[in-house]
C-alpha cells in the first residue's frame, strides 16, 4: 500500500499547482468582468392579491403591500454594441481622445475604426447582475394563528440592457430567474406551539430602470430606481421539528408573487488608466 499512498501524493504534487493556478486565472477573469458593486433596499407587494398573507398585522385588516428588505448586487459587464455616426460639429477647442474616454464620452477604439466624418457611438451595453436580497414583513391573514420569517434570493441573476452607459441617465430593462429559499419561516399557534417550514422554489420576472451617473475624477458611483414584477410561488413545504400532524387550517403553499422598486448605489470599480492617460469607460446601472 505504500508505494501506491507515494504514487498518489507524487501526483497530487503535480496537478495541485495547476489546478490553484487555473483557479486564480478563473477568479482574475471574473474581477476583470466586474464592473458594479451595489447595495440597495427593496420594497415589495402582491400582485394579483393575496388571500392568505397579508403585510399587516394578523386579524387586522389584510395589507397587500409592505413587505422589505436589503439586497447586495455585482455586476459584470458581458457586451457592448458601438456603431459609426456622423461627427457633429464641435464648439470651442477640439479635446483629446483621452480626454473624450476619460469622461466615458467614447468608447475603446481600438478595435473598431470609423471612415474620416464618422466617429465611434456606444448606445447599447449588456451586463449580467448576481444579485442576493432577504425580504420580511409578512403575516398570517388568520388570526387563529402567527406565520413569520423571511424569504432570501440564492441568488438572483439578472441581464440587463443599457442605452447610452457612461451618460448622465441611462434607462434600462431586463430579465431576471433565481433560486428563492425560506429563512426562519415558522407558524405559532394560540397554544404556542411551534411549526417551523422551509422550502425552496424559483422565481422569474422582469424589471426596468434607470440611473443618475455621478463622477469625481476616474471615480464614479450610480443612484438608481428599479421598478419591477416577479413570479415565485412555493407549492408545498417541509415541516421540520418533529411535527407530524399538521392543522388543516395552515397554508400548504405560500404564493409571493407581485410588483417591487429597488432603490440604491452601485460604487464603480476602479479603473485602470489608459497609455494615454485616460481611464476606461465603465461603470453601468443593473442591480
Same mark, same amino acid.
Given at each position: ?20 493556478? %487555473?483557479?486564480? #486565472? ?5 474581477? @476583470? ?51 459609426? $455616426?456622423?461627427? @457633429? ?5 477640439? +479635446? ?28 447599447? +451595453?449588456?451586463?449580467? %447582475? ?36 457612461? +451618460? ?8 431576471? $430567474? ?39 475624477? #476616474? ?5 438608481? $430606481? ?42 464603480? @470599480? ?16 443593473? #442591480?
Amino acid at each position: 500500500m505504500r508505494p501506491l499512498r507515494a504514487l498518489i501524493l507524487s501526483v497530487m504534487v503535480v496537478a495541485l499547482p495547476r489546478a490553484l493556478r %487555473a483557479q486564480g #486565472s478563473f477568479v482574475e477573469q471574473i474581477f @476583470k468582468s466586474l464592473d458594479d458593486v451595489g447595495a440597495f433596499w427593496v420594497y415589495q407587494g402582491f400582485l394579483p392579491t393575496s388571500s392568505t398573507l397579508t403585510a399587516g398585522n394578523s386579524g387586522a385588516q389584510p395589507k397587500q403591500s409592505g413587505l422589505q428588505g436589503p439586497g447586495l448586487g455585482f455586476t459584470f459587464h458581458l457586451t457592448d454594441v458601438t456603431t459609426c $455616426v456622423h461627427r @457633429k460639429p464641435r464648439e470651442g477647442p477640439r +479635446r483629446s481622445p483621452q480626454s473624450d474616454t476619460a469622461q466615458g464620452a467614447q468608447p475603446d477604439t481600438a478595435h473598431h475604426q470609423c471612415p474620416a466624418d464618422f466617429e465611434l457611438d456606444q448606445p447599447w +451595453r449588456f451586463e449580467l %447582475a448576481l444579485i442576493y436580497s432577504q425580504v420580511s414583513g409578512f403575516h398570517s391573514q388568520d388570526p387563529s394563528f402567527d406565520l413569520r420569517g423571511s424569504i432570501r434570493e440564492l441568488p438572483r441573476l439578472s441581464w440587463f440592457v443599457l442605452y447610452k452607459p457612461g +451618460r448622465l441617465f441611462s434607462p434600462y430593462f431586463g430579465f431576471h $430567474v433565481g433560486l428563492l429559499q425560506t429563512q426562519s419561516v415558522a407558524i405559532y399557534d394560540t397554544t404556542g406551539a411551534y411549526y417551523p417550514m422551509s422550502g425552496t422554489t424559483y422565481e422569474l420576472g422582469v424589471a426596468v430602470g434607470g440611473a443618475l451617473l455621478i463622477t469625481s475624477g #476616474s471615480e464614479a458611483m450610480q443612484i438608481f $430606481v428599479e421598478p419591477g414584477y416577479t413570479m415565485r410561488s412555493f407549492s408545498s413545504f417541509d415541516w421540520g421539528g418533529g411535527v407530524r400532524t399538521i392543522p388543516a387550517r395552515f397554508p400548504r403553499t405560500l404564493r409571493f408573487t407581485g410588483w417591487e422598486v429597488a432603490v440604491g448605489v452601485e460604487i464603480a @470599480k476602479p479603473q485602470q488608466r489608459e497609455a494615454g492617460g485616460g481611464a476606461k469607460p465603465g461603470g453601468s446601472p443593473g #442591480s
